[in-house]
């Protein structure tokens, strides 16, 4: 028993000796504080499961475990704020005030989408039907816009080809004249120096037109064009079936099931209702230490912690008014 007040002295912040010479208000105190805490650090380390296991994707119970317990520490934390203030503190009233309501807010909407799991599925599933409508019609839209562009270079192409065609059937081979020029000796001068003439010789050869390579390569790229169009048009077919399957096998994230969940709630009076009393129980909950420590009357051991405050301040302030003297 004792090792259990122990604990409980070392949770809420509370000097077990202090408390030995308290009376039973203070012991009173003590354990309504205790039990406080104690509901919140269960709540809040449940939200903190449901929240590592939902929402972070963590495999581990270990971590899961973790996260809970990381979850318990900062409630702990910062009720102890609350209850070892000694006075008034109206700013840090405040300021609980509004944590508890964001609080209750955020676990709030992880209870709802624990308890609503079902209806929120068939609201998720109802908006990924929309996402998956839109989804389809703009990648048919980039196909299309893909399909058009490959069509219209095909068919320039395929007009450019056909000129080519028909000037090759008129021309298939060219001539191509080469002229050379030689010097011949045609006989000798008054001084006997051979004499020179120059002839130019004209060679004609046939060779193929250089425009059936042009031809050739413009039939190649007609074939590739050919290609990416048969390919475009089969995964056109597939879009619908793709986009299914890559939606409905994500998985629901956070914000999705809040927005499902907001869906869900905003349609239903019942369901409404259902989430303003949790909102406002969790909301009840974060503010019972705050609560208990404005309403209650000081105890013995609040007394006692004062007192030393102020004899602490009164030393402190005769010590310095001594020194000045000196």
């Known amino acids: 028993m004792k090792r259990m007040k122990d604990i409980g002295c070392l949770l809420i912040g509370w000097d077990k000796n202090i408390l030995k010479e308290c009376g039973e208000a203070s012991h009173r105190q003590y354990r309504i504080f205790l039990s406080a805490i104690c509901i919140m650090m269960v709540l809040w380390g449940t939200i903190g499961y449901c929240f590592a296991d939902r929402y972070v994707n963590i495999e581990s119970?270990?971590?899961k475990i973790g996260v809970a317990v990381a979850?318990?520490?900062?409630?702990l934390c910062v009720?102890?704020?609350i209850i070892l203030t000694v006075g008034k503190a109206s700013l840090m009233s405040i300021m609980r005030v509004m944590?508890?309501?964001?609080?209750?807010?955020l676990g709030s909407c992880i209870f709802d989408q624990i308890i609503f799991r079902n209806d929120i599925q068939l609201a998720i599933q109802e908006h990924r039907e929309d996402v998956i409508s839109m989804t389809i019609t703009?990648?048919?839209s980039i196909y299309d816009s893909d399909i058009q562009r490959i069509t219209r270079e095909m068919d320039s192409l395929s007009m450019a080809?056909?000129?080519?065609?028909?000037e090759l059937q008129k021309r298939p081979v060219i001539k191509d004249t080469n002229v050379s020029t030689q010097e011949q000796v045609v006989g000798v001068d008054n001084n006997g120096k051979p004499r020179k003439v120059r002839t130019q010789i004209v060679n004609t050869v046939t060779i193929a037109n250089p425009l059936a390579e042009q031809l050739k390569a413009n039939n190649d790229q007609i074939q590739i064009y050919s290609t990416q169009l048969d390919n475009l048009r089969q995964d056109k077919k597939k879009v619908a079936e793709k986009v299914r399957e890559e939606i409905?096998?994500?998985?629901?994230g956070f914000i999705e099931e809040l927005e499902a969940t907001l869906?869900?709630?905003s349609q239903s009076k019942v369901s409404l209702a259902f989430y303003i009393i949790l909102f406002c129980l969790l909301t009840f909950l974060e503010l019972f230490v705050l609560t208990i420590k404005i309403g209650e009357n000081k105890c013995d051991y609040e007394l006692i912690v004062e007192n030393q405050l102020n004899l602490k301040k009164k030393l402190m302030e005769q010590t310095s008014k001594c020194i000045l003297v000196k």
Do not use: D, G, W
């Open 61 to 63: 119970y270990i971590f």
């Open 71 to 75: 979850f318990m520490f900062i409630v």
């Open 79 to 81: 009720e102890r704020v």
């Open 99 to 105: 944590l508890a309501l964001c609080m209750s807010v």
């Open 138 to 140: 703009k990648r048919l």
């Open 161 to 166: 080809t056909i000129t080519l065609n028909e």
């Open 248 to 252: 409905n096998l994500r998985a629901p």
């Open 263 to 265: 869906k869900v709630v």
